[in-house]
């Protein structure tokens, strides 16, 4: 079915966003909450469905799908079950007659009253902000190697049951009758899209069949956020042990112990919204994951809250935010970000540099900085920043690519928020990623 997206923003949303323009973030906070909670207008949100409204389709697996449940000792008890199938094909979509269709769009819109009391909804989306809640919602398969799978699983935890996919190369067999294990590569989609979505664009999976290697893709459902989004803003998901950290890191692990993955070669990237759910999953599970890949994300902890993230997002974080908690191991990590990119600000990808940047420099001594330009197949210039140890290892990179908006370099047009005129995002974050090993795993 097709959800109707919002032509005009409500009234009392054009005030909280001029409000939170003009940095009076605590009155916009009040003034929306004033209005949820009164009996507003049955008009105040226009609902009109047209030719260029974008259809969100649903593309978590069937509730018919199998599920093996099984126990996994190394998760806390609340985050301890794992399920999974092996189905490669996509359920067939349910057919709704118009009463069901109207029912369901009820239900969906109290979902959407519900979310904006707790500051959950997309506000990017529903103020027409560009590049957000516009993207693709495809839930085509993208193309995978002779003899590889793209299998679909269903984790469960405390939360509830959380849906992914798993892309297996083709030598996984050979690997596993070798006693080889292969490296993992965590891959968070931005908003609006689904795991076949981000896999398309992204090309991960063709990469992953020439390095021989796992790659996960965590699927955010509506449930969690309308336009399924990481909720990177809420403080509560900001933490170790608690909220989307917490199932992300358990997924992660079970994955890692369930099949013939090298503990010490685990990796995160994301786009967007996944990007700064990226960055916060090397800050709180260090241990875990040996690099981390960051396109158009944002730094941790650069909001608190709705009103705060939608500042961030178009004139980046308060300063003080860039001050890193140098206390934490320092994750490896290369960073990506158009100069053009009008959705969340430049100014973000430097501040997660920064971030970075600190945490190193207080954990290692003698690195060296280097500054390049580099130019794409296609002609895109991009300024490299890179800092090294002293044996000439990058720990950390940040690409800033000219002429760039809100999309993953290098992508393919087939999967939404791409730009395929480089630099290869994805090439570029694989090696990287490669070149590093998490010893400290295995203390």
Not at 303 to 310: G, L, T, V, Y
Request: proline fraction near 5%; glycine fraction near 6%; include cysteine.
């Amino acid at each position: 079915m097709k959800i109707p997206k919002f032509n005009t923003a409500p009234p009392h949303l054009k005030e909280a966003m001029a409000l939170i323009k003009s940095g009076r973030l605590k009155e916009a906070t009040v003034a929306i909450q004033n209005n949820l909670n009164s009996n507003g207008p049955s008009n105040s949100v226009n609902t009109h469905t047209d030719d260029n409204s974008t259809a969100m389709r649903d593309v978590t697996p069937n509730e018919s799908t199998p599920r093996i449940t099984a126990s996994n000792p190394s998760v806390p008890k609340d985050l301890a079950s794992n399920t999974h199938s092996t189905q490669n094909e996509n359920a067939t979509p349910e057919t709704n007659d118009t009463t069901k269709a109207k029912d369901t769009l009820s239900e969906k819109l109290q979902s959407l009253t519900d979310k904006m009391k707790d500051f959950k909804i997309d506000l990017p989306s529903a103020l027409n902000l560009p590049g957000v809640g516009a993207g693709a919602t495809t839930h085509s398969e993208p193309p995978i190697a002779e003899n590889a799978k793209f299998i679909k699983g269903v984790f469960t935890s405390s939360q509830g049951n959380h849906n992914y996919r798993l892309y297996i190369p083709s030598n996984y067999d050979e690997a596993l009758t070798q006693g080889s294990k292969l490296p993992l590569v965590v891959m968070l989609h931005g908003c609006t899209q689904s795991p076949e979505d981000f896999a398309t664009g992204t090309r991960m999976n063709e990469l992953a069949e020439t390095h021989q290697s796992l790659v996960l893709y965590p699927s955010q459902p509506a449930s969690a956020n309308l336009n399924r989004c990481w909720n990177w803003f809420n403080t509560s998901d900001q933490q170790r042990g608690q909220g989307e950290p917490a199932w992300l890191s358990a997924l992660t692990e079970s994955i890692t112990k369930e099949y013939a993955v090298d503990a010490g070669r685990v990796y995160v990237a994301g786009l967007s919204a996944g990007a700064a759910m990226a960055v916060i999953m090397a800050q709180t599970y260090p241990e875990l994951y040996a690099a981390v890949g960051v396109h158009s994300g944002l730094a941790y902890q650069s909001a608190s809250n709705m009103p705060s993230a939608m500042m961030a997002m178009r004139k980046g974080a308060d300063a003080a935010i860039t001050e890193s908690n140098t206390s934490t191991n320092y994750v490896p990590m290369i960073v990506f970000h158009g100069d053009q990119d009008h959705t969340v600000s430049v100014r973000n990808g430097g501040q997660i540099f920064e971030q970075a940047k600190q945490r190193l420099q207080a954990q290692k001594s003698n690195l060296q900085t280097q500054q390049q330009q580099k130019s794409s197949e296609q002609g895109t210039r991009s300024t490299q920043i890179q800092i090294c140890d002293d044996k000439g290892l990058s720990l950390l990179e940040y690409w800033k690519i000219h002429g760039a908006s809100h999309s993953w370099a290098g992508g393919s047009h087939a999967g939404s928020y791409t730009d395929p005129n480089g630099p290869d995002a994805s090439k570029e974050m694989m090696r990287f990623f490669l070149n590093h090993t998490n010893k400290s795993y295995f203390k």
